[in-house]
């Protein structure tokens, strides 16, 4: 198993910035990836990153507002958000998955999951 811990999230304005983080410990992992759940909706996607990469994968929504990266030696993932919207109000949680192939978007391909940290933009 991978042990997940995050931190960063808060409440801001629309228009404004904020940074998730996120620390894995225990197993290996192929990818890490954030997702996020708003009240009464399903689980989505926001992000991905293979263990290694300079580049990340996105969601169509965030896609020029959010960029994801990684250090690879302290086996951490950040989440930089900018230009936040309201819409972008949810739960985020921190993902890791330990085999290959996989969707990075799909919830069932990720095997361990951090605890989640809320995220409220207010209009």
């Known amino acids: 198993q991978v042990q997940l811990v995050e931190s960063g999230g808060g409440s801001v304005q629309a228009g404004g910035a904020l940074k998730l983080s996120c620390v894995a410990s225990?197993?290996?992992?192929?990818?890490m990836a954030w997702f996020r759940q708003a009240p009464g909706k399903q689980r989505e996607g926001v992000a991905a990153?293979?263990?290694?990469?300079?580049?990340?994968l996105y969601a169509d929504s965030v896609k020029g507002r959010f960029t994801v990266s990684q250090d690879y030696a302290k086996r951490s993932m950040t989440l930089t958000m900018d230009t936040l919207k309201p819409e972008d109000t949810a739960i985020y949680y921190c993902?890791?998955?330990?085999?290959?192939?996989?969707?990075?978007?799909?919830?069932?391909?990720?095997?361990?999951w951090g605890q989640g940290t809320q995220v409220t933009v207010s209009s």
């Open positions: 990153i293979y263990r290694g990469a300079d580049y990340g």
């Open positions: 225990g197993y290996s992992y192929v990818s």
């Open positions: 993902a890791a998955a330990q085999s290959l192939p996989f969707t990075w978007s799909d919830p069932t391909s990720y095997d361990n």
